[in-house]
């Protein structure tokens, strides 16, 4: 039997003559008298071969099969295409049937809405937006990794299941083996999570930041990169209730470097899916949005605005001024709406920017304070069509202060011993941010939703395949 080569790499072959074989699900099926072109798609590339058959050499059963999303092996001499859009193509010989597609196949007409094809995540996959999407994903994962690992960072696993809310938002899911018909509960009628697997009440994370700060104030600098869980009732095209998390955290560093680190390392990503996704963005660019790859050039190419937010406050107050109409109305001290982000970014600069120094009561308790006692030093990015893909911060390193502020917002320190002890035993400055992977996934590929760039999205009442 002849080895299986994949489309990415016939279309990339010149040795006319040569006998290959391909297997893949069949996008389009034309046939005509003298002549069956078959396009066959593998996965690999988002483009597809183009495989002659003469149908006077197959059975006329066999070939009414193949159908759209039938899945076959085909072998044949790999020849100079005649064809517009393509160098070569095969000249079949022998087809082998793997699987049959029947008609009601839900992925089988073009143009279908990304609404309807949510109801089919498991065969989505298989169409052309989601094949490239899926490529990218994989992509940025590959950049991220790599710059990291370049930079001189350690890719540091933090817990998937604990015991305390780095957000402090309290939306988290639980995570229990206790019989929920039969819950125990003690004489305060409060349940009793003493026979519980863990002995404690415990959940799904949020974020590995405070497991992260361990790992930059031991090995200097590191990065997580891995699933995150918020039960937010957010039904947004910008929220997941399970989505991927990227953060860096590192020894040292101050906000102005904090900031520098956020946009080199967001336009290396943008500039690797240009370098490497060619193909697929060129076709999302086609078939999703006309501005896409004009948009990835421009984020690469420009300096991001840097923002204090009371600055930031001042141009929204401005433009209220002049005439512009927010639902929300403008005030200092206010957490900034998706409306009024994207008119600092769209509108106000048309670039990206990267907001800092924001009111402490709309930020995390780890953020370190100004010296006005009013501002922490956080930093979100801030992107066009996005709004927030970054949020992070330096972190308050000051034992005193940090306990301070947990003290004033009432933050249950039983399970947070171990995150003071940072602060306790040679503290030092640092900091770092949280990159939501889906939303940078959602910026490369112009996709609108973000149960779009996911294979299996989790969202409130909806936790399908
Ligand atoms: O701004 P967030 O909440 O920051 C943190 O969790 C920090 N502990 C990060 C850090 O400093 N290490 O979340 C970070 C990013 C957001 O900017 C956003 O891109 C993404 O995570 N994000 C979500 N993405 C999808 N669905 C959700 N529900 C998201 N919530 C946050
Ligand atoms: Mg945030």
Not at 88 to 100: A, D, F, M, N, P
Request: hydrophobic fraction near 35%; charged fraction near 25%.
């Amino acid at each position: 039997m002849i080895k299986r080569t994949k489309v990415v790499e016939v279309l990339r072959r010149t040795d006319f003559g040569s006998i290959v074989n391909v297997r893949g699900w069949v996008r389009t099926h034309r046939s005509s008298k003298a002549v069956d072109f078959i396009a066959l798609n593998d996965g690999s590339t988002i483009k597809n071969v183009q495989v002659v058959v003469n149908p006077a050499n197959f059975d006329e059963s066999l070939l009414k099969q193949l159908t759209t999303g039938s899945c076959i092996s085909v072998v044949g001499e790999l020849v100079e295409s005649q064809g517009q859009g393509q160098t070569s193509e095969i000249q079949c010989q022998s087809i082998e049937l793997y699987g049959t597609c029947g008609s009601d196949y839900p992925m089988q007409k073009k143009g279908q809405s990304f609404e309807y094809m949510r109801q089919y995540a498991h065969l989505r996959l298989r169409t052309n937006t989601f094949g490239a999407v899926m490529r990218i994903r994989h992509n940025m994962a590959i950049a991220i990794h790599q710059y990291f690992h370049d930079h001189g960072f350690f890719y540091f696993h933090t817990p998937i299941i604990t015991a305390s809310d780095c957000e402090g938002a309290g939306e988290m899911f639980q995570v229990t083996t206790q019989n929920l018909y039969d819950l125990k509960k003690g004489e305060d009628g409060k349940i009793s999570y003493a026979d519980d697997f863990f002995g404690k009440m415990t959940s799904l994370t949020v974020s590995g930041q405070l497991e992260g700060e361990l790992g930059a104030t031991s090995l200097g600098q590191i990065y997580t990169f891995g699933p995150t869980f918020r039960a937010e009732n957010s039904n947004t095209p910008r929220h997941l209730a399970e989505f991927w998390m990227v953060e860096p955290e590192v020894a040292f560093i101050d906000l102005p470097e904090l900031m520098d680190l956020e946009e080199d390392f967001i336009k290396y990503c943008v500039r690797w899916a240009l370098d490497n996704c060619k193909d697929d963005l060129e076709f999302l660019n086609k078939m999703i949005d006309k501005t896409l790859i004009d948009r990835l050039q421009g984020v690469v190419k420009e300096s991001f605005v840097r923002l204090p937010y009371t600055e930031g406050i001042k141009i929204l107050e401005e433009a209220v001024a002049k005439g512009h109409q927010f639902e929300f109305p403008i005030e200092w001290g206010m957490d900034l709406a998706s409306e009024h982000e994207r008119f600092l970014v769209e509108q106000h600069f048309k670039r990206p920017v990267i907001m800092t120094d924001y009111p402490k009561d709309i930020k995390a308790f780890y953020m370190k304070m100004n010296d006005d006692g009013k501002t922490v030093q956080g930093t979100d990015v801030l992107f066009p069509q996005i709004g927030e893909i970054i949020g992070g911060s330096v972190r308050e390193e000051n034992y005193d202060k940090l306990m301070g502020e947990i003290e004033r917002r009432d933050i249950p320190m039983k399970d947070m011993w171990w995150y003071l002890d940072t602060r306790r035993y040679g503290t030092c400055p640092h900091g770092g941010f949280g990159l939501g992977f889906e939303r940078l996934i959602l910026f490369v590929t112009g996709m609108q939703n973000i149960r779009d760039v996911i294979p299996f999205p989790r969202t409130p009442k909806s936790a399908d395949f």
